[in-house]
């Protein structure tokens, strides 16, 4: 965190933050880049500014709050990747409203997992799930899908609630190899055949990133599959995704049932959390204070992978935009 925290630093500063800004808008062909640069400075400068407050205030928080800070927060990380790609935003008002929905009155008992998330058609995230080419997307989206379809939240997902749909690969030949394990119990993509397996793969890669091959076709033993491509490209494909430990895991749910990116589970999660904290004070002091309940271990483990991981995700995204300006 603190080394992704250090290279933002440098958007902070009006001078650097308007080279990042020009040159982020001529790479995409926008005309006039430096006059926008200009106009967006500013509010360029104090969305990162804010961010970074939100986050450290997270740090020293009380779990009773820090999801609204941590929302607060990521509302102005994915704000400055928008004002990063488009010069124009926000164009209205609509904009600014946060683009999800939930049933603010739970009903009675309630179970975290069983509730959802219900994207709109402006709004914050709508605006970004455009910019950012996330579609199509659902009308809702499951909370218990949400923790489930982040890869580093596998062991404690299946502690508290059942098997996770991503299963662990294994990496040889420095990761040139990958070795999906044995699949004759196994459902989903795994119990195809591994030439179909092997164009499954192929077609759901991003174009010009990643491609495979099949090697061993033994479905007792596990099959193997050569990547043409580097492991970072590979972290772009949608099946796949990569611990911070260097775990590799695959995808097994249905194609209809994709993960969604992980800056858009993360930014649903902490709005359905936000809401809990804001409206449903009572459940929330309950699960916080008396340690009865089981979702707190997955809450608190979220919110810990979150604080160390979206700013490192966040400069990833921003350092594709303009690369020399914040290596």
Same mark, same amino acid.
């Given at each position: 965190?603190?080394?992704?925290?250090? &290279?933002?630093?440098?958007?902070?500063?009006?001078?650097?933050?308007?080279?990042?800004?020009?040159?982020?808008?001529?790479?995409?062909?926008?005309?006039?880049?430096?006059?926008?640069?200009?106009?967006?400075?500013?509010?360029?400068?104090?969305?990162?500014?804010?961010?970074?407050?939100? #986050?450290?205030?997270?740090? =020293?928080? %009380?779990?009773?709050?820090?999801?609204?800070?941590?929302? #607060?927060?990521?509302?102005?990380?994915?704000?400055?990747?928008?004002?990063?790609?488009?010069?124009?935003?926000?164009?209205?008002?609509?904009?600014?409203? =946060?683009? $999800?929905?939930?049933?603010?009155?739970?009903?009675?008992?309630?179970?975290?997992?069983?509730?959802? $998330?219900?994207?709109?058609?402006?709004?914050?995230?709508?605006?970004?799930?455009?910019?950012?080419?996330?579609?199509?997307?659902?009308?809702?989206?499951? @909370?218990?899908?949400?923790?489930?379809?982040?890869?580093?939240?596998?062991?404690?997902?299946?502690?508290? $609630?059942?098997?996770?749909?991503?299963?662990?690969?294994?990496?040889?030949?420095?990761?040139?190899?990958?070795?999906?394990?044995?699949?004759?119990?196994?459902?989903?993509?795994?119990? #195809?055949?591994?030439? @179909?397996?092997?164009?499954?793969?192929?077609?759901?890669?991003?174009?010009?990133?990643?491609?495979?091959?099949?090697? %061993?076709?033994?479905?007792?033993?596990?099959?193997?599959?050569?990547?043409?491509?580097?492991?970072?490209?590979?972290?772009?494909?949608?099946?796949?995704?990569?611990?911070?430990?260097?775990?590799? #895991?695959?995808?097994?749910?249905?194609?209809?049932?994709?993960?969604?990116?992980?800056?858009?589970?993360?930014?649903?999660?902490?709005?359905?959390?936000?809401?809990?904290?804001?409206?449903?004070?009572?459940?929330?002091?309950?699960? $916080?204070?008396? =340690?009865?309940?089981?979702?707190? &271990?997955? &809450?608190?483990?979220?919110?810990?992978?979150?604080?160390?991981?979206?700013?490192?995700? &966040?400069?990833?995204?921003?350092?594709?935009?303009?690369?020399?300006?914040?290596?």
């Amino acid at each position: 965190m603190r080394d992704a925290w250090e &290279i933002l630093r440098f958007l902070e500063t009006e001078p650097t933050a308007r080279e990042y800004l020009a040159n982020s808008y001529e790479s995409r062909g926008i005309e006039h880049p430096n006059r926008h640069a200009f106009s967006q400075c500013t509010r360029f400068v104090y969305t990162w500014r804010q961010a970074r407050s939100y #986050y450290e205030a997270a740090t =020293h928080a %009380d779990l009773l709050i820090r999801p609204l800070l941590l929302f #607060y927060g990521c509302m102005q990380m994915i704000k400055g990747c928008i004002l990063a790609i488009d010069p124009s935003y926000p164009s209205n008002s609509r904009m600014l409203q =946060h683009g $999800v929905t939930t049933r603010k009155m739970k009903k009675s008992p309630y179970r975290l997992l069983d509730d959802e $998330v219900r994207p709109q058609k402006e709004g914050l995230f709508a605006h970004a799930a455009q910019l950012f080419k996330l579609f199509p997307l659902r009308e809702r989206y499951k @909370t218990d899908h949400l923790f489930a379809s982040l890869a580093e939240m596998t062991p404690d997902y299946e502690r508290i $609630v059942g098997a996770s749909p991503w299963l662990p690969i294994t990496q040889k030949e420095k990761g040139s190899v990958l070795v999906f394990p044995a699949s004759a119990q196994s459902q989903g993509p795994l119990a #195809y055949s591994a030439d @179909t397996l092997c164009g499954y793969l192929n077609r759901l890669a991003p174009p010009d990133s990643v491609a495979f091959e099949v090697l %061993d076709r033994d479905q007792i033993t596990g099959q193997s599959f050569r990547l043409q491509g580097s492991l970072d490209q590979l972290a772009k494909h949608s099946l796949f995704s990569m611990t911070r430990h260097g775990d590799l #895991y695959f995808w097994n749910g249905s194609e209809s049932d994709l993960p969604l990116p992980k800056w858009a589970t993360h930014y649903l999660l902490l709005y359905l959390l936000g809401i809990l904290c804001r409206y449903e004070t009572e459940w929330w002091g309950e699960l $916080v204070l008396s =340690h009865t309940l089981s979702e707190l &271990i997955l &809450i608190e483990r979220f919110l810990q992978l979150h604080s160390e991981q979206f700013p490192a995700l &966040i400069c990833t995204q921003l350092s594709a935009n303009s690369p020399h300006c914040l290596s």
